[in-house]
């Protein structure tokens, strides 16, 4: 079994594990993109599966896996719309975190310290794969996207945000986010881990899944507002791909 992980990686995000929750505190780029990542993620959920996001509880009868769960920012959401959720994360101070915010929230969430290759290993299927801002974390990200494919139940839905790698995205994921504005600790992200949009299609297709759909996730600093974008994928963006 190859193993992805990348403990410098994985060490960055221990060190924050208290703070995901704080509105204010490291995670705060976080909670101000969620609402945005949450509403792409079940808009694709829903007409990948045909359900209606005005129902109660449109994902029941769904197993969606969130992997780099944190603290739950994406858990908690797709637990009270009726899905059997997963959240799985390297870093082990992330999942007392987590479990405790679920608890005290009344959610049943299966939160474990495991990886993705671990779970493909065991044989563990699901309907949908989260996988969010962790591909630029790893140290293989074909080895890594393999897993994720090999965790999808046929026909099922996997999900890959992450920061593209060009000049811009240099001066506003680390100069700007973690050096002027300081919401993250210097050194959180490495532009020469950063992926062009061609290259994380190309590393999906050659994991076994056909891409489908990618979007630009857009910050307004004059706004202070993210949103969807067809066209801008210049910073930070976002995938969905078929199992087929």
């Not at 909670?31 to 945005?36: D, Q, R, T």
């Not at 992997?67 to 390297?90: F, H, K, N, Q, S």
């Not at 990618?214 to 066209?231: A, E, I, M, Q, Y």
């Amino acid at each position: 079994m190859s193993i992805t992980v990348d403990p410098a990686e994985v060490a960055k995000f221990e060190a924050m594990a208290a703070e995901w929750w704080d509105l204010n505190g490291k995670f705060k780029p976080l909670h101000m993109m969620n609402p945005v990542r949450l509403g792409y993620i079940t808009q694709q959920i829903a007409a990948e599966y045909g359900r209606d996001l005005d129902d109660r509880k449109p994902f029941e009868g769904l197993r969606i896996l969130d992997i780099g769960c944190g603290g739950g920012l994406l858990c908690e959401p797709m637990a009270r719309l009726g899905a059997t959720i997963v959240g799985v994360d390297a870093a082990e101070r992330n999942i007392p975190v987590a479990q405790t915010h679920a608890e005290q929230s009344g959610l049943d969430i299966d939160y474990r310290h495991t990886t993705a290759e671990a779970m493909a290993e065991a044989g563990e299927q699901f309907d949908v794969v989260l996988n969010m801002e962790v591909v630029e974390h790893v140290a293989d990200p074909l080895a890594y996207l393999t897993a994720c494919q090999q965790l999808l139940k046929s026909g099922g839905l996997h999900i890959c945000s992450t920061i593209n790698r060009n000049p811009k995205s240099f001066a506003v994921a680390i100069l700007g986010a973690e050096w002027v504005m300081r919401w993250l600790p210097k050194g959180t992200h490495e532009w020469h881990k950063f992926i062009t949009p061609d290259e994380l299609y190309d590393l999906i297709r050659k994991a076994g899944l056909d891409p489908v759909d990618r979007k630009g996730f857009v910050f307004n600093p004059v706004l202070w507002t993210w949103s969807v974008s067809d066209k801008d994928l210049s910073v930070n963006y976002v995938t969905a791909a078929i199992k087929p």
